[in-house]
């Protein structure tokens, strides 16, 4: 079965650091690979999701990823943070199939410090 | 974009009544929804999957005859909590798929509190 791990799960920063969060997955087929944003008591926002081409994918609010297949890995970053990104980031997979089902990793808490 | 809309988007019910929760789809047909439950400071666990016009699937774990989901329509789903216990306070997301099996839209959520 998929899973995805997220390792960090909480991260501290302070403003204009630079971000990047792991995120693996475990699949050996063709996966769809998505971040997922929630804000502070909001509902889950897409950031970028990756299907296929160009492994290095952009999203929203200056986000982007990095699609490793050889690591099993899709990686977000971020070159400059600002204290609106603290939030909760979910990393998230599908298999690429008629029986796929997104399945989130446990999530990382981003703290960003003014 | 695909929209997908739920209601009530909170509810407070006392513990041993039925709550049900509604999913649209409300621009696309959806023919699979998922149901997902998080529990605070938690990641989003599948409960469930159900197609249109036929039973729910769900996942290790989750009770069926607990959790109802019903997919009457292509834009609808609905989730139903029996009997509700105060450890079944959550939140309930459920997405929405249309022909494309590589994306799901969610939703935004029903906050759920059980006294």
């Known amino acids: 079965a998929q899973s995805v791990s997220q390792h960090n799960h909480h991260v501290i920063l302070s403003e204009a650091a630079s971000l990047e969060l792991g995120c693996n997955y475990s699949y050996g087929g063709t996966v769809n690979l998505f971040w997922y944003v929630q804000y502070p008591g909001q509902h889950l926002q897409l950031l970028l999701k990756y299907f296929s081409g160009d492994p290095l994918v952009k999203g929203i609010k200056g986000f982007e990823a990095e699609f490793i297949k050889s690591k099993f890995s899709f990686n977000l970053r971020k070159p400059s943070v600002q204290w609106s990104d603290t939030a909760e980031y979910f990393c998230?997979?599908?298999?690429?199939?008629?029986?796929?089902?997104?399945?989130f990793g446990s999530g990382t808490r981003l703290s960003i410090r003014p | 974009g695909a929209v997908v809309s739920q209601h009530p988007s909170w509810v407070i019910c006392k513990s041993g009544t039925s709550v049900k929760i509604e999913c649209r789809s409300l621009?696309?047909?959806?023919?699979?929804m998922f149901w997902y439950r998080q529990f605070p400071k938690q990641s989003l666990m599948l409960m469930a999957t159900?197609?249109?016009?036929?039973?729910?699937?769900?996942e290790q774990g989750v009770e069926k005859d607990k959790f109802l989901i019903n997919h009457a329509s292509l834009t609808l789903s609905t989730l139903t909590v029996t009997s509700a216990h105060p450890e079944d306070s959550s939140f309930y997301i459920c997405?929405?798929?249309?022909?494309?099996?590589?994306?799901?839209?969610f939703g935004p959520g029903t906050r759920l509190t059980v006294l």
């Open positions: 998230a997979v599908n298999k690429d199939s008629s029986a796929s089902k997104i399945i």
């Open positions: 159900s197609n249109e016009g036929s039973k729910a699937t769900y």
């Open positions: 621009d696309f047909q959806a023919t699979t």
């Open positions: 997405s929405a798929r249309g022909t494309s099996v590589r994306e799901q839209f």
